[in-house]
């Protein structure tokens, strides 16, 4: 660790001061500011599991921060890196984020200290089931209570084995799938819930882009299509949004940051081809069709114009921080700028739209998961055939109309198979991301642009998200 780098403030308290920076701006009662900064709880497991002929001891933790709306929610971490203190920061941006896009829920987060690509599957299933056997028998697992979800070094796999364990500890819970989200479909989940945090990212950007004052901020000006990109961390998160912004939004990814380095080429990196290099080779180095730069991080300081941090926290900080060249920073991962970062990026003039909004894709993908578990329902199944049954009248009187007017007008080819088919589940999902991610934005936009005291979209979130959790606190006469 450097010199500057032990000046840093640790993941939670970086959390703390930027919610410290936005409530100053608030006029709350007295207490309900520490109320609300403040950990609820944090529960710490030591389970030992049977393994290679000894018994290995695993530490645990699942921290609620804020339960002023229940269940809580909050993913599951799988990460040597895992501690107290970057749970219960996690924790606390869940309480931010699913308040910024109305999710209801609190917030809550879990991790295991645990290096998983260590691990035979069958291993990972007995460690997972212990851990989930040891939250469920507290309700840190509940489909009232606590929610988990998938996170860095966890997935549908995961999520799938701590399904199956809730529901072999309750037997009659009519509701057990609803206790764990980011399942795979098979299990409970729903489509689109693998790819939606990424997704999110994407859309997040989209309607940034919407915004010509706030593209101005930036010193940016048109749309996605040709902007230049880096991506740190090519997960889930990072490389779906990579890929989307690609294929659908026309930009170009000209690095890609690993944990063995990074990827250059200001022509643009193929984002599949990589996905399937580090797939059969375990990490970007040997590609060929790209510059390999051994000192991955350095690349982050790469000239670009959206630079996606997704991977882990604290990546930008006091010793990078006035290297980085680009003038919009989307936070996919959680807290990767610290808030010393964050204060010279904020002077240097850069725009980031900050975690608690950038992410929030995957909770709100959850949420409709949740959902769609309690009503026992897919969606759409209800309304499919008869909303095409009632477009069809329509494309049948166009029909006549074509046939009375001859050459004068005539139906636009696809018209007919685009407009009759009805939104399946998928399509839904889509659709209520985008407009859960339009909607969260423009609150924040709006207040980083209307009040003269928020000068950055980080304080602005904090606001409006600190704004409904009081409310709902005032609510419950706290
Ligand atoms: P993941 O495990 O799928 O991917 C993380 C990637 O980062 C991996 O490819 C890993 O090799 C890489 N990585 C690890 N250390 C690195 C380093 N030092 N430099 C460069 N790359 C490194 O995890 P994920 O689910 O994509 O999560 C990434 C971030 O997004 C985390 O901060 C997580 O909290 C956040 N997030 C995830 C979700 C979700 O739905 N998965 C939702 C919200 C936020």
Redesign the pocket.
Known sequence: MSNTAANEPTFRESVDLMFNRAVALMDLPPGLEEKIRVCNATYTVRFGVRLRGQIQTFVGYRSVHSDHMEPVKG?I???TSVNQDEVEA?AALMTY?CALVEAPFGGSKGGLCIDPRKFEEYELEMITRRFAYELAKRDLINPSQNVP???????EREMSWIADQYGRMNTTDINARACVT?KPPHAGGIAG??E???R?VQYALREFFRHPEDIAKAGLSGTLDGKTVVV?????????AAKFLAEEDGSIIVGI????G?LVDDSGLDVEAVRNW?ANHG?VRGYADGTYVED??KVLEHECDILI?????G?IHLDNANEIKAPLIIE?????VTANADEILRKKGAVIIP?MYA?????TV?YFEWVKNLSHIRFGRMGRRQEEARHQLIVDELHRLDEQLGDAWSMTPDFKEKYLRGADELELVRSGLDDTMRIAYQSCSQVWNERDDVSDLRTASYLVAIDRVATSYRAKGL
């Open positions: 993913g971490r799988y990460a996690l984020k979800a998938p996170d860095m070094g966890t997935g980011g819930r693998v939606a945090t990424g999110g740190q961390g090519f997960g889930n998160v990072g490389y779906h940051i690993e944990r063995d990074a580090i990490g991955g991080a941090p997704a991977a882990l926290e990546v996919a991962a959680n807290g990767p975690d992410n929030a894709g995957g909770v959850s």
